[in-house]
């Protein structure tokens, strides 16, 4: 039997860090939220690590304490390793900010999107798990409803004031409305796996978040040290390269080991731990962030390679964009989609500034020897590394990166 009743002032789908983050914002200031997540917390989730400019959302979100003594592991910096093995200095991120800030950390996803969860719940926002979006119905370009099923099979027509997609890669609002775009030159895939007893660097260092060439420079490695003695490692290259004519995720990322001498030493030391985990095509972004009465936000609206680990920064900033756009759109009387969307000129000039980063990795950019040559842009970079992409003059340093490298041109967003 299907029920229909009206939801409250707003409805979140998803609830990883951009929509707890989202839902929680919300709640301070006096609505009435209910987040809708498909699955039961702890599940996994591959994005452990951070860029510091994450402190701020989550300082408004109240859990720095709980992260401050939590087990994850410390990160300081990034560094760079060439094919050849060469290793560039670590990107500390202190270097241009002396603040607590500076630090961040490497999470076990499952444990950190649980501890985000929990703490909207703490904020009044109504979490029901195991709760399926079966259907998003349009009329026009209006939300009718929502059509959920619940854990036990009940079906129901929710809606509210404001429906906001958080649904991750599923995108729902976004492939309903086909908006959702590929970029054309970052069709890339992973393959990755968890290994115990890896080697860490000491001290300082022993927390960074590596990033590692493959011969020929075909691909790259992440390496993210994560608590009890954990390391995720995973190699990242053109879907055509990765998965055509090879064989199972355990071949291929063995093959890519073979072709990065570095990685290579770096588990010699350890025994692997889990299964292998694969993912195709995850650079895209919609033509649109915002609605009457619908925003998107997170990997919902678009998700960039990760080599630069920007992913949770930008589901948190998006989420505390979109709070702060819904809030005042209820303070106003205007949930139009000029209103809800209006954080989306601002959030994509950085999130720009990144895909340009990301662009200069893969065509070859050598960073250290950029800012040996540029000093004056070392600052710049750092401030990229961070997730520092929203301030005045940040995108200076690629004027000076185009001498390399070919950049994409900066692409907008239409609100609505």
């Given at each position: 039997?299907v029920?229909?009743?009206?939801?409250?002032?707003?409805?979140?789908?998803?609830?990883?860090?951009?929509?707890?983050?989202c839902?929680?914002?919300?709640?301070q200031r006096?609505?009435?939220?209910?987040?809708?997540?498909?699955e039961?917390?702890?599940?996994?989730?591959?994005?452990?690590?951070?860029?510091p400019e994450?402190?701020?959302?989550?300082?408004r979100l109240g859990?720095l304490?709980?992260?401050?003594?939590?087990?994850?592991?410390k990160?300081?910096?990034?560094?760079?390793?060439?094919?050849?093995?060469?290793?560039?200095q670590?990107f500390y991120?202190f270097e241009?900010?002396?603040h607590?800030s500076?630090?961040?950390?490497?999470?076990?996803?499952?444990?950190?999107?649980?501890l985000?969860?929990?703490n909207?719940?703490?904020?009044g926002?109504?979490v029901h798990e195991?709760?399926?979006v079966?259907?998003v119905?349009?009329?026009?370009?209006?939300?009718r409803h929502?059509?959920?099923?619940h854990?036990?099979g009940?079906?129901?027509?929710?809606?509210?004031?404001?429906?906001?997609?958080?649904?991750?890669?599923?995108?729902?609002?976004?492939?309903?409305?086909?908006?959702?775009?590929?970029?054309?030159?970052?069709?890339?895939g992973a393959?990755?796996t968890y290994?115990?007893g890896?080697?860490?660097?000491?001290?300082?260092?022993e927390?960074?978040t590596?990033?590692?060439?493959?011969?020929?420079?075909?691909?790259?490695?992440?390496?993210i040290p994560l608590h009890?003695?954990?390391?995720?490692?995973?190699?990242?290259?053109?879907?055509e390269?990765?998965?055509h004519?090879?064989?199972s995720?355990?071949q291929?990322f063995?093959?890519?080991?073979e072709?990065?001498?570095?990685?290579?030493?770096r588990l010699?030391?350890?025994?692997?731990?889990?299964?292998?985990?694969?993912?195709?095509?995850?650079?895209?972004?919609?033509?649109?962030?915002?609605g009457?009465?619908?925003v998107?936000?997170?990997?919902a609206?678009?998700?960039l390679?990760p080599?630069?680990?920007?992913?949770?920064?930008l589901?948190?900033k998006?989420?505390?964009?979109a709070?702060?756009?819904?809030?005042?759109g209820?303070e106003?009387g205007d949930?139009?989609?000029?209103?809800?969307g209006k954080w989306?000129?601002?959030?994509?000039?950085?999130?720009?500034?990144?895909?340009k980063?990301?662009?200069?990795f893969?065509?070859?950019f050598?960073?250290g020897?950029f800012?040996?040559e540029?000093?004056?842009?070392?600052?710049h970079?750092?401030?990229?590394?961070?997730g520092?992409?929203f301030?005045e003059?940040?995108?200076?340093v690629?004027?000076?990166?185009?001498?390399?490298?070919d950049?994409?041109?900066?692409?907008t967003?239409?609100?609505c």
């Open positions: 039997m029920a229909s009743c009206r939801g409250p002032d707003v409805i979140v789908m998803g609830g990883g860090p951009s929509g707890a983050t839902a929680t914002l919300v709640a006096g609505h009435q939220v209910t987040l809708y997540e498909r039961r917390f702890p599940r996994y989730h591959i994005g452990e690590s951070f860029m994450t402190y701020w959302v989550l300082r859990v304490d709980q992260l401050k003594s939590s087990p994850f592991v990160k300081f910096s990034v560094q760079f390793v060439s094919e050849t093995g060469q290793e560039s670590p991120f241009i900010n002396p607590e500076s630090q961040t950390w490497q999470v076990l996803r499952s444990e950190f999107d649980e985000l969860l929990n909207a719940r703490k904020h926002v109504q195991g709760t399926r079966m259907d119905v349009f009329e026009g370009d209006r939300i929502l059509r959920i099923q854990s036990d009940r079906e129901e027509m929710v809606w509210a004031p404001v429906i906001v997609d958080a649904t991750g890669q599923s995108s729902l609002i976004a492939n309903r409305l086909k908006i959702r775009r590929p970029d054309p030159r970052l069709k890339k393959v990755w290994y115990q890896a080697y860490r660097d000491p001290g300082l260092d927390g960074a590596l990033v590692l060439h493959v011969a020929g420079k075909q691909g790259w490695f992440w390496y009890h003695d954990i390391v995720s490692v995973g190699v990242v290259s053109s879907i390269y990765l998965f004519n090879r064989g995720h355990e291929i063995y093959e890519e080991v072709r990065c001498p570095a990685v290579q030493r010699a030391c350890g025994r692997r731990v889990s299964g292998f985990f694969a993912t195709r095509d995850f650079s895209y972004k919609a033509t649109r962030c915002a009457p009465g619908w998107l936000i997170g990997d609206f678009g998700f390679d080599i630069y680990s920007s992913g949770v920064f589901a948190l998006s989420g505390e964009l709070a702060d756009a819904i809030v005042e209820f106003k949930l139009s989609g000029m209103q809800l989306a000129p601002q959030f994509v000039r950085g999130m720009e500034a990144m895909r980063l990301v662009y200069a893969y065509e070859g050598n960073f020897r800012v040996r540029y000093p004056q842009y070392r600052r970079i750092i401030d990229l590394l961070v520092d992409l301030k003059g940040v995108e200076e690629f004027e000076a990166m185009r001498r390399y490298v950049l994409p041109e900066t692409e967003v239409a609100i």
